[in-house]
């Protein structure tokens, strides 16, 4: 089943209807899940808004735009090539977009659930925070918030794929430890902090 799905998915054509398949299940703040092999699609989403946004990376992203939190209610996800060339399982490809990138779509409308976002994100822009603690603050929370137990029961992940996501959010976590001991500002100490003392590291 695994090598049909595969060989399926080697036609381009193909990956939009699949994509579409997992969007026809409840993605709260999402207006669609797009294919976008060359990057055009964000390229215009996001000069359409004439915004900065955050580049997350992955093999799926949503575009996190610090100064229109709270301000829009949908967002497209967009995914390359790679998502279809790792050899995920559907729901391995189900669990990518509608959790991981669904806590991504949650980041952007009701806030990162370890800081008051509003705050954290007006001293981003003051220049307080520097983008790759803000960029790993939301990678731990997306890896971690798609561990929980019930997701891992619902969508059969394997063993291999679990210990694949325990390793990016491990990797979030000491990518924060380090960049507390570099920090140049005490409000950036002060929330990377707040996030470890909040979050500890997956085994």
């Not at 137990?149 to 430890?177: D, G, H, I, M």
Request: net charge neutral; hydrophobic share 35%; proline share 4%.
């Amino acid at each position: 089943m695994q090598e049909r799905l595969n060989a399926l998915l080697e036609q381009e054509e193909t990956r939009q209807r699949v994509l579409d398949y997992i969007a026809e299940e409840s993605i709260p703040y999402c207006s669609g899940v797009i294919y976008d092999p060359h990057q055009t699609q964000r390229k215009a989403f996001v000069a359409k808004l004439r915004s900065k946004y955050i580049p997350q990376e992955g093999v799926a992203s949503v575009c996190f735009i610090p100064h229109l939190f709270g301000k829009i209610k949908e967002l497209p996800i967009f995914v390359g090539d790679t998502f279809f060339q790792r050899g995920y399982t559907y729901d391995q490809m189900r669990h990518i977009v509608q959790k991981h990138e669904g806590t991504h779509l949650k980041q952007q409308v009701e806030g990162i659930s370890y800081v008051d976002t509003r705050e954290f994100l007006r001293d981003y822009t003051q220049g307080k925070i520097r983008t790759e603690v803000l960029s790993n603050i939301l990678e731990l929370e997306a890896n971690l918030t798609s561990l929980a137990p019930e997701w891992l029961k619902e969508y059969r992940l394997s063993q291999e794929y679990v210990e694949e996501v325990t390793r990016r959010c491990n990797l979030s976590w000491c990518n924060l430890s380090n960049a507390l001991l570099t920090s140049p500002t005490p409000e950036e100490r002060d929330y990377i902090r707040t996030v470890l003392e909040k979050v500890n590291p997956k085994k």
